[in-house]
């Protein structure tokens, strides 16, 4: 997903982000392992949402972005339907169906899609890329 290149980064504490840092200890992420690794240190900061200061918001991203290198090289998405590719999202991130009833508007909509009853549209698919953090790409 391309940032936004009007909107300027927040000013950070380097000495909080250096701690974040050390406690998360990000790096290229070369097997399955360290991918679940980063997946469970990305966890705590996408439950904060958008109560995430600074520095975490600016982990959170790094973190994606190598989650996202290593996932791209290493899974072949375009042999994967979007259904697939959402009930990995959510197995990965232990997101429960009840958490998207309001990215789908509905619990039942949210069966539907999850039954495979239902396609997701183009609206779910950019309001699915914003509550994972992902391209919305991913799901069409």
């Not at 690794?37 to 991203?61: C, I, N, Q, Y």
């Not at 990965?92 to 069966?111: K, M, N, Q």
């Amino acid at each position: 997903m391309i940032a936004n290149q009007n909107i300027k980064p927040q000013p950070i504490n380097a000495r909080q982000y250096g701690r974040l840092l050390s406690k998360a200890q990000p790096a290229v992420i070369e097997s399955e392992e360290e991918n679940d690794r980063m997946l469970a240190a990305l966890e705590p900061l996408f439950d904060k949402g958008m109560s995430r200061t600074p520095e975490e918001d600016r982990l959170f991203k790094l973190i994606v972005h190598l989650i996202q290198d290593f996932e791209d090289s290493h899974y072949d998405l375009d042999a994967t339907t979007p259904l697939q590719i959402l009930k990995h999202l959510m197995d990965v991130r232990s997101v429960r169906p009840r958490a998207l009833w309001e990215v789908f508007g509905t619990r039942g909509i949210t069966s539907e899609v999850l039954s495979g009853k239902r396609a997701i549209s183009k609206t779910h698919a950019k309001k699915l890329a914003r509550f994972f953090n992902v391209s919305a790409e991913l799901f069409i």
